[in-house]
């Protein structure tokens, strides 16, 4: 009993802290509307910005994540969520158009860095293989509910504060999360500290685990420019609609918000279900749910906005549910040893992606004047997700996952 209930209290303690960090990640989404408009950004350059973002991460990402093979990862969050809430809170006093936004937002990423892998690390070497699934299920639902509650938080407050008000609110909270991490003392995990060397990098690269990487980089394509760009979508068609520019922004960013909510129940669904059901069989379901919603979304918001409203809700719940059973997967196809190192190249491969995308998406929506163009091209990309997983599920490597449910 005392065992579960340090490894509660460490599972909460990392979720509470990581939904306050994670507000920082669609803090730029949430104020894109009034921002555009005061900086002249058109959607390609709106989408380059999600993009740095991105950027940062994947840049920090792998470095944090050898460094939590060796060191104990509590260290490495809450050095990465003080970098990540000073960039964000000097975005509010500093930044003024594209450039200056573009330089600080890929600060506030390269600080993210730090936070969600690292703490998928911890609570690996916390959790057993058993339980494992849930646990991280649950800890990725506090990501989900962190971004969306950005997104949601505008869309209620718009018409009351500014957006610097709403940005300096996220930065804060992700200066708390470090100190909520800091105050919740040493936590009971052994560094491994080994040495990289070419032997652990071919245990990360072999067949099994580029073939899940792969599924996790469809994935990936996916949510990234989904996440970002679902609540201007929602604005764009309360506006075609007939709604005011003010009461588009407000319902637009509410329906975007509970889109990324709503992924905190499949998140946690997706993790426990994975751990009787097996990892390869929960996450196509996911997959294929979200690739009909990419290629649904954008033509039902010309016909009707609350059938794109609830398209919206749906596609929140199936485009994320996928991802901590990804993340589970490979901590179980690799030694324990290397842990840190096959999750960090699980997220450089996966974010590697999330630069491109959100800009592509931009640039389509520019370009062709179409959200159905734009959406289908996110499912398009997520389609080599089944094709590398049916490909995974007939090697034997496979039932090392779930305790041989696959």
């Known amino acids: ?177 470090a100190f909520l991490v800091y105050q919740m003392g040493e936590v009971p995990l052994k560094a491994v500290k080994t040495e990289l060397n070419w032997g652990q990098v071919k245990k990360v690269l072999s067949r099994p685990k580029l073939l899940l990487n792969l599924g996790y980089l469809g994935h990936m394509w996916e949510l990234y420019a989904m996440w970002p760009w679902i609540a201007p979508f929602m604005v764009a068609m309360f506006k075609l609609h007939g709604y005011s520019t003010q009461d588009s922004e407000m319902y637009g960013n509410i329906i975007g918000g509970l889109s990324v909510i709503i992924g905190s129940i499949a998140t946690w669904s997706g993790g426990f279900v994975s751990d009787r059901k097996g990892r390869i069989k929960s996450i196509l379901v996911f997959l294929v749910g979200s690739i009909f919603c990419s290629f649904t979304i954008g033509r039902m918001g010309e016909w009707s906005i609350y059938a794109a409203s609830a398209m919206a809700i749906l596609y929140g719940f199936f485009v994320i549910g996928d991802s901590p059973i990804f993340s589970t997967a490979i901590t179980e196809l690799v030694d324990s040893e290397v842990a840190g190192l096959a999750l960090g190249v699980q997220s450089v491969m996966g974010f590697g992606v999330t630069i491109i995308s959100p800009g592509v998406f931009g640039y389509l929506v520019d370009k062709t004047q179409s959200w159905g163009i734009a959406f289908a091209s996110l499912g398009i990309g997520a389609l080599i997700g089944p094709l590398a997983l049916l490909k995974l599920r007939k090697l034997p490597e496979s039932y090392r996952m779930a305790g041989g449910k696959q």
Request: charged letters at 10%; glycine letters at 10%; a positive charge.
């Open 1 to 177: 009993m005392d065992e579960y209930l340090k490894q509660s209290r460490i599972l909460w303690t990392l979720s509470i802290a990581q939904f306050m960090v994670m507000q920082v990640w669609y803090s730029f989404s949430a104020v894109l509307s009034p921002l555009k408009q005061a900086w002249n950004l058109n959607n390609f350059q709106a989408g380059l910005i999600i993009s740095t973002f991105q950027l940062g991460y994947v840049i920090a990402v792998f470095f944090f994540s050898i460094l939590s093979d060796r060191y104990n990862p509590r260290k490495i969050v809450i050095f990465g969520a003080l970098i990540t809430g000073i960039s964000s809170l000097l975005f509010t006093f500093f930044a003024n158009g594209f450039y200056s936004a573009l330089l600080l937002r890929t600060f506030a990423g390269i600080g993210m860095g730090g936070v969600y892998v690292p703490g998928m690390r911890l609570l690996a070497g916390v959790f057993p293989p058993e339980s494992r699934g849930k646990a991280i299920g649950f800890y990725v639902g506090s990501l989900v509910i962190g971004s969306g509650a950005s997104l949601l938080l505008s869309g209620i407050l718009v018409k009351i504060i500014s957006w610097t008000t709403l940005v300096t609110i996220t930065s804060l909270g992700a200066l708390f999360g």
